[in-house]
Structures are given as C-alpha cells and as structure tokens.
C-alpha cells in the first residue's frame, strides 16, 4: 500500500480541489488497489419478476384531484447530468446548448416542461443541474436567461478528481499538468456525494422534498411522469430505476438482474467473456438502463453519511499529451443494490430518446416527431414502433455540417433505414421511404433535388435519382 501513501502526499498538497473531494477520491483509489470488485456468478443470476421489474401498465392511474397532483410534485426535485460537453458533435460548451428542434436547446425544452407544470398544478419543482468543471461556467452564463421563469434553478459541481499516471500511480497535477487536463469528473455514480456536499440535499429536505428525478440531460424522453412518482411514494421504494425492452441497437446497455435476493445492474464490462453473446441476447436479458433514476433524498442521505455507495469501478484508460492515465469513475445505476424497496419499471420506449449523434437529431427534427409544450412527441402516421436506422458519413458528424448538408429535413415516416456515405446534400422537401443508401463517388458532390421521392433505392450518382 506504499503506493496509497505517496499517493495521499501528492494529493494533500493539491490546492484545485476540496477536501471533500481529496478523501472521496483517496477512497475510490483504494477501493480499487484493493480489488474488492463484486465478482458475478453466472450461474446465480435470475431473470427479475414483475414485483421488482414492474410493468408500467400495471401502474395505478396519478391522482385526478389537481389538490393531490401538487401535493406530490412538491415531493419533488428534477436533477439533470450536465457534465458533457458537445464535442462529439463538433459543438463548443455543455452539450444542453445545443439546438435539438425549432431554435430551443435542451435546456430550453427542460424548462418549458417544468414551468407547464409549475403554472399547471401551482407547485414548486426546482430544476438542478450537475455541472462539471467542464461546463460550469458556460451553463452559470446560460442559466441567466431564465432568471424570470417561474421555476427556480439550482447548480452544483460534481467532484474534480486527478487523473492518474499509470507508470507511478501519481497525480497528474503534481506532475505540472494544471490545467483542465490534469483532472476528470468522475462518471455520474458521483451525483449522490457531490449532492450532499453541495449542501443542496439538506436544503432541499427541509423544503419537504422527497424525491429526486436524475436524467441525462441529452434524454428527450426524460420526462416528469406521475404515475412513476405516485407509485414510489406509495410503495415507499427508495429507488427505481426505469429500464425499456432492448433492441438490437442497445446490446450493450445495462440490464437488471435479480441476483442474491437483491435487484442489481450488470454491466456488460462484468461480464465474463464466454458469457458476452449472452448478455447480448435479446432472449435472456429483454430491458437495459434508461439512466431514468428516480431516488428517494432521504435514502441518499443515510447512505452518503455512511459511506455504504460503493458501486463498481470503471477503470478508464486515457491518453494525455502522450502520458497513459487512468481515471476511475461509478455509475448511478450502480447505486440499485444498496437503497431498500429497490425496483426497476419497464417504461415505454418514448421514455428513451437520447441525442448522441447528428443521426438522432436527423431523428428528432424531422417529421417523425411534433414539439408540443417543450415534449417531443412521435408521430402517430408512422405504423412501425421502432424508428428508421440511420447511419452518416463523417461529412455529416459535427452539427454545423450536418445543418448545411440539408436544406430541410427530409420526411421519413416511412423509413426504414438510411445510409448516406461521401459528399451528399440534401435540397428540400426530399421524401425517403423503405431502404434507402445514398454513396457519393469518391471526390465527387452529389446533390439530391427539391422534392425527389427516393423509395427502396442505392444511389452512388445523379443517373440513379
């Protein structure tokens, strides 16, 4: 453990960060020197019943007395990660300030939901955003444009931790590295400490706050849902975690597992590998993760206070200006197995609509979905449940290019999959339907005309159109 103990030397003399932060990260550090990783038995993993994977039909309609309905949005708390940044997408700053439809952001689209409810019920939700030291000062910049909505905004920092230099195990702060690439926030698994040590948990408590609602902040479908809440108040569970039936895009996303008597995630990096093409079988494991989690405060606190969340190491390998480092980092999912009542609801897939890549924006921005009340709603003219894969070019990657490439957004309710390579723009009011793949010749610009119809079709030039 000589290694804890320079470790611990290096770290003390840090002066970036807290020593709420120091110890946390001390205690991750050793957690994981110690190798006390929960290791799977394959053989004593269940399929979870519908008493802990609950179905969402089977959940009691919400209250029809408005009187009700506001008793229990007062409960609670909407907290979204905001820690990414856009770069993924070719965009500068968190990646919330991005334009998903009609001019708004996703942070725009998250405070017209909440203010709809404030002004419906006459309630309080209070919005908290998790910032990183990534984005903290962009969104503080940000969040000022809606000083006069009716909705209070709160923020906090999730923890700052050292990047670790594989070779010697020290921080790469002490190595002279002291700008933002010497440290790394330390995956989402963080937002129960960096909560309580934001003070925010204890102020939220004394409101009378019960629940906290945590979602990616990129999750379109991640939306305040009644019958969710009233079922945890009623059923006193602690924590929920809402899953949807995999599809064949999903095969590496969390499941939930039944495991030792307790509900569990199993992530596919604890996976044994004879076991992989199991896990990602449609057959044995049907749901995975939203990152929709719905946590009671209280249960937060306690287990905070007792140092009981120690959920599994990600060890994260990077490369910084040529130094190999590691940063270690948890999941909030993770969290499952040590709040009491815990339980997992099998939600629609509407509750899942995540904006990774331009290909999704395409997605959103098209016709396959309507904005009503800052929801992004699904088109009800499209018979297929699952929407149209879509797969573009590097031309395409950053936000910027992909606006340009299409004067307008092409329909696509009747699309089955789109494949677009090369150097292609798209002029406006262009329909696609069925399998369409769209490959410019190296070195030469395809244009798509104003108004084509393109059904079942392989275009590699003009002459195909």
């Known amino acids: 453990m000589e290694k804890l103990e320079h470790l611990k030397s290096a770290v003390a003399a840090l002066s970036e960060i807290s020593e709420n932060e120091k110890n946390g990260f001390i205690n991750l550090v050793s957690r994981y020197l110690s190798g006390e990783a929960q290791h799977i038995e394959w053989s004593k993993i269940q399929t979870p019943t519908d008493e802990v994977v609950v179905p969402y039909d089977t959940l009691s309609p919400s209250p029809d007395d408005p009187a009700e309905t506001k008793k229990l949005l007062d409960k609670l708390v909407v907290l979204k990660l905001n820690g990414g940044l856009g770069t993924t997408m070719g965009c500068t700053g968190p990646k919330s300030v991005i334009e998903v439809r009609n001019g708004l952001t996703f942070l725009d689209l998250i405070v ?20 990183s030291f990534n984005t903290h000062d962009d ?5 000022d ?15 700052q931790y050292p990047r ?32 309580m040590n ?30 969710i809440l009233n079922h945890l108040v009623q059923n006193k569970n602690e924590y929920c975690m809402e899953v949807t039936p995999k599809t064949l895009a999903d095969v590496k996303g969390g499941t939930l ?26 057959e044995k494991f049907k749901i995975f993760n939203t990152n929709n989690l719905w946590v009671n405060l209280n249960a937060i606190k306690r287990l905070v206070e007792a140092d009981a969340l120690k959920m599994e190491i990600i060890p994260n390998p990077k490369e910084v200006n040529g130094i190999k480092v590691l940063q270690l980092e948890t999941a909030a999912g993770a969290a499952i197995r040590f709040f009491d009542h815990a339980i997992g609801i099998n939600v629609p897939r509407s509750r899942f609509l995540p904006v990774k890549a331009t290909s999704d924006l395409l997605l959103v921005q098209s ?22 894969s879509i797969e573009l070019g590097p031309e395409f990657k950053k936000v910027g290019n992909f606006l340009s490439r299409f004067k307008s957004i092409p329909s696509i309710i009747e699309l089955d999959s789109l494949k677009v390579t090369g150097d292609v723009w798209f002029g406006a009011g262009i329909v696609l339907k069925g399998k369409v793949s769209i490959a410019a010749k190296p070195g030469v610009k395809l244009e798509i005309p104003d108004g084509a119809v393109i059904e079942n079709k392989e ?7």
Not at 201 to 216: C, I, P
Not at 273 to 282: M, T, Y
Not at 369 to 385: E, M, Q, S, W
């Open 112 to 131: 017209i939901q909440i203010e709809n409810l404030n002004s419906k019920y006459g309630c309080n939700v209070p919005l908290v955003l998790m910032n």
């Open 139 to 143: 969104t503080l910049k940000i969040v």
């Open 145 to 159: 444009k809606y000083s006069n909505s009716n909705i209070e905004i709160h923020t906090f920092n999730q923890s």
């Open 164 to 195: 670790l230099v594989v070779e010697d195990f020290a921080p790469l702060p002490s190595k002279g590295q002291h700008g933002k690439d010497g440290w790394y926030p330390p995956g989402h698994g963080d937002v129960f400490p960096s909560l």
């Open 198 to 227: 934001s003070g925010k948990l204890d102020a939220f408590l004394s409101q009378g706050k019960e629940y906290v609602f945590v979602a990616n902040s990129d999750n379109l479908g991640a939306i305040v849902d009644l019958k």
């Open 257 to 282: 597992i039944s495991y030792e008597g307790k509900v569990q995630l199993l992530e596919i990096a604890q996976v044994p590998d004879e076991h992989v093409n199991e896990f990602k079988s449609i």
């Open 367 to 388: 016709d396959l979905y309507t904005l009503v009340d800052g929801f992004v709603i699904r088109n009800k003219d499209r018979a297929n449940p699952t929407n149209p």
């Open 459 to 465: 275009i590699n030039g003009p002459e195909d159109i």
